[in-house]
């Protein structure tokens, strides 16, 4: 049976913020903020400044090896003062240019607030609580503490506080969001008097993106860092290479993208790769790279085919690969071993400025390759499994001589049984049980659930069905249907079956459960999402319609208990 609930009117702009803070009161006072408001920034310890820049002024006392000049080369990766300096322009721009009017969130004829008595912000200021460490752009997990606080009073001054640059990104963030665009008297907040103090629960917040099966320009890439800073997230994982395009450009191995790219000019070009991870970097968010190997390697074939085993192999594919084109890096070849090398040299040290992290992949490799492989010939796990420990071994070492972390996928610890060094972080996919195994085995872990978090399912199967099968395939699911809506995504809690006192990494800054341990709800979250929706959407971000907006404005309907 359904029944209607009564949610309180104005709820979505009471509580607009997304993700929730951790502790968030405020009042309902309204206070304007005029574009010539001035951002002080403080540190403690020596005073470097004042200087004027890009049209706002901000007493500068920045104890840093760079000034200001420097902003916006991007030759090395942002310092703690570039990251604030950011921080502060895009603040503004999002609060003065980019500003929400909430009418989705009102219902019809409703009044806007009057400017006539009401006060103004006087001064924003944010204060660095500690100097911080060199390169605030690589941070290992939980080595960036990313609090902030954040207080605005009734008399109009406004404080951001962290301890980081990251966290003043944080902070920022959330100052954005609490002001609306008035139909014709500027910008507001209804909220004051107001005090946060926030923190994330998870120390790694990511997503995923595979530029490889398809390929994205860059400004698509970099328009979705901003979403995924906007929405705090701290980590971007790039899975830039697979079997169907190599699009990265290796100036040592040139012929890899020249002839496994799509096309000879749908490759990411050296200068294209440090741009986006100074883009991300500047934002608070590492990208982490993942050249996905030993399987998933078929498009090196088309540059070094002696590396490659059962290349594409037709009609059969799926006996020797999950998806065509079968393919994977021999698993005995000296070879292959010095293309690493070559590859790894290259790369690596274009990656250490931006991360602390390396992903080599590892996921669904399929033994019976192997069979067609002429430096091994067998499929058996007990002849495959040295090499693979042995190939592991090699390829980390690499890692760690470069002063990053391997990252793996499940497989090579859960399927493969291999040795890891103790600092390996094991990227899950395939079910919970998986995540309990990886924390068991004393493994930091990632959590990404196909069933809730790919955002890539429910869409239909990619392969085409000949008559022949095409009745019994019928309506053609792909193996994670159906598509995952944000409700079923935002019901999964990653501590799913991990013992209490086990720190697993993920993706949430607030996590599944609330301040009392209860499920947060989705009528709250439903309105405050849709808010951000729009936020998005006036950032630029293409992010898809939430709901109709009755749902939203009449704020009378629309749950089901
Ligand atoms: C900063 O660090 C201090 C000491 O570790 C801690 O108490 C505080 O919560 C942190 N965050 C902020 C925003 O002050
Ligand atoms: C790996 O290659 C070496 C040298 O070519 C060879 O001696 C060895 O038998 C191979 N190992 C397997 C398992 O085929
Ligand atoms: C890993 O261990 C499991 C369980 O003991 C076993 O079934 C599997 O064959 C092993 N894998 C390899 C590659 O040895
Ligand atoms: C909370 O959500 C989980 C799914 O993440 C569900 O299994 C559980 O039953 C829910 N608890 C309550 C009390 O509704």
């Known amino acids: 049976m359904k029944a209607l ?61 760079r000034d200001y000049d420097s902003v916006g080369e991007e030759h090395d990766a942002p310092t703690g003062a570039d990251i604030i300096h950011h921080a502060i322009k895009s603040a503004r ?25 009401s006060g103004h912000i006087s001064t924003v200021q944010v204060k660095l609580l500690q100097s911080e460490d060199e390169n605030p752009a690589k941070p290992l997990a939980g080595k960036v503490d990313e609090s902030y606080k954040l207080t605005l009073t009734e008399a109009g001054e406004a404080t951001i506080l962290a301890n980081s640059s990251v966290g003043i990104v944080r902070g920022l963030t959330t100052f954005t969001q609490l002001f609306y665009e008035h139909s014709h008297d500027g910008i507001y907040t209804p909220l004051a008097p107001i005090e946060i103090f926030d923190a994330p629960k998870f120390q790694h917040r990511s997503l995923n993106l595979d530029v490889s099966r398809n390929w994205f320009p860059t400004s698509d890439i970099k328009r979705t860092i901003d979403a995924l800073a906007y929405n705090k997230m701290n980590r971007f994982h790039l899975h830039i290479t697979d079997s169907q395009s190599w699009p990265l450009e290796i100036p040592s191995l040139p012929d890899l993208a020249k002839k496994g790219a799509y096309r000879p000019d749908l490759v990411y070009t050296v200068e294209d790769f440090r741009e986006m991870q100074y883009y991300a970097a500047i934002r608070g968010v590492e990208l982490i790279t993942e050249i996905d190997m030993p399987g998933h390697t078929s498009s090196v074939h088309h540059s070094y085919p002696d590396l490659i085993a059962a290349y594409n192999i037709q009609p059969d594919w799926s006996t020797y690969s999950a998806e065509p084109p079968s393919g994977t890096l021999k698993l005995n070849s000296s070879a292959v071993d010095a293309f690493l090398e070559t590859l790894l040299a290259d790369l690596l040290p274009r990656v250490y400025p931006f991360s602390s992290h390396f992903h080599t992949g590892g996921d669904e490799v399929n033994k019976n390759a192997y069979l067609k492989d002429d430096t091994v010939r067998s499929n058996d796990p007990s002849i495959l499994q040295p090499l693979m420990q042995a190939f592991i071994d090699r390829t980390h070492k690499h890692v760690r001589d470069q002063g990053l972390t391997p990252i793996v996928w499940e497989e090579m610890l859960l399927e493969w049984n291999l040795t890891l060094g103790a600092d390996v972080i094991v990227q899950s996919w395939r079910s919970d049980q ?82 009392q341990g209860r499920n947060r709800s989705q009528v709250e979250v439903s309105l405050r999402l849709g808010g951000m929706r729009e936020r998005m959407v006036r950032l630029g971000v293409q992010a898809e319609v939430m709901q109709m907006p009755f749902c939203s404005m009449e704020c009378t309907m629309g749950s089901v208990f």
């Not at 309902?28 to 310890?45: A, C, K, P, Q, Y």
């Not at 069933?451 to 000949?466: E, I, R, T, V």
């Not at 944000?486 to 809690?493: F, N, S």
């Open 93 to 117: 721009e999002t609060i003065f240019e980019r500003g929400l009017y909430p009418w989705k969130f009102r219902p019809r004829e409703w009044e806007e607030p009057q400017k006539d008595n």
């Open 5 to 65: 609930l009564i949610v309180p009117l104005f709820l979505s702009l009471a509580t607009a913020l997304w993700p929730i803070p951790t502790e968030y009161s405020h009042g309902n006072t309204v206070l304007w903020i005029s574009d010539n408001v001035e951002f002080s920034f403080r540190t403690r310890g020596a005073i470097v400044g004042p200087q004027v820049f890009d049209g706002y002024q901000a007493k500068q006392q920045w104890i840093g090896p």
């Open 434 to 515: 998986a995540v309990a195994d990886i924390v068991a085995k004393g493994h930091k872990a990632l959590v990404g659930n196909y069933k809730y978090w790919y955002l890539d399912c429910g869409k239909g199967q990619w392969l085409d069905f000949p008559p022949s099968s095409a009745t019994s395939a019928f309506p053609y699911l792909d193996y994670c249907a159906p598509f995952h809506n944000w409700r079923a995504m935002y019901a999964y809690d990653p501590l799913t079956n991990i013992p209490p006192n086990t720190a697993a990494a993920e993706v949430l800054w607030s996590g599944a459960k609330d301040a």
